[in-house]
């Protein structure tokens, strides 16, 4: 069964700290991305990868980076948190070509 | 900016009865549409993807695409409440080779 792992459910976090989000797959895929999903707006692009190592910007980067060092890991990072930044983070992985996106359970994240 | 439209309902629709679902985007180049279902506090799960123009059908789901008029459509026939979610709906490619996601239409099946 394939399986996409967030590392955590629900944080809560303070204006200007820092905040590792983690993602991890089990199904050996090379593409792997970063979603938010915010009431009425769908889910918006932020980070993907190709592969190990590679990252591209998606359609909101700002106030993010990424992290990939293993093929089947994919981090997000906020370096200084803000309130416009809670939101639920959602990570997906996909084989190659343009196929079914898998998406991990969300990581709900609030910054006071 | 390139867009996907989906009413965000609610849409309520009695048991057994065909729930229908609508989409519509701004791309005239899209080439691939996705369906996904996402029960509350879920994650979302592909439900069909239709790449050319008319319908497809598995089990009790049918897409319909219809690229001159840009719209993309999801019939759920004999809805049960164990089919009530948002459904999204996702085109793509975009510029980036993603997809663009509309906002989701929240469907209610009435027992």
């Known amino acids: 069964d394939v399986k996409v792992t967030q590392s955590s459910r629900y944080l809560v976090k303070r204006t200007g700290e820092k905040v590792f989000l983690e993602c991890v797959q089990d199904?050996?895929?090379?593409?792997m991305f970063w979603y938010r999903q915010d009431p009425g707006l769908g889910l918006r692009l932020i980070y993907f990868s190709y592969d190990v190592k590679m990252k591209e910007k998606g359609d909101i980067p700002e106030g993010y980076s990424v992290s990939r060092e293993k093929k089947e890991r994919f981090s997000l990072i906020l370096e200084s948190a803000s309130t416009n930044q809670t939101s639920m983070y959602l990570c997906a992985s996909r084989a190659g070509g343009f196929g079914e996106l898998f998406f991990g359970e969300g990581s709900r994240l609030t910054v006071l | 900016q390139k867009e996907v439209e989906q009413n965000s309902g609610p849409l309520s629709v009695p048991e057994g009865a065909i729930a229908s679902l609508n989409c519509t985007y701004s791309?005239?180049?899209?080439?691939?549409f996705f369906w996904y279902r996402q029960y509350s506090g879920k994650s979302p799960e592909l439900i069909m993807f239709?790449?050319s123009n008319g319908d497809k059908e598995d089990g009790r789901f049918t897409a319909q695409l219809n690229k001159a008029s840009q719209y993309v459509s999801l019939l759920i026939r004999d809805s049960q409440p164990s089919d009530s979610a948002t459904y999204l709906c996702a085109v793509g490619p975009d510029s980036n080779y993603q997809l663009i996601w509309g906002a989701g239409t929240k469907l209610i099946i009435k027992p």
């Open positions: 791309d005239r180049g899209s080439q691939s």
């Open positions: 199904m050996d895929h090379e593409n």
């Open positions: 239709i790449y």
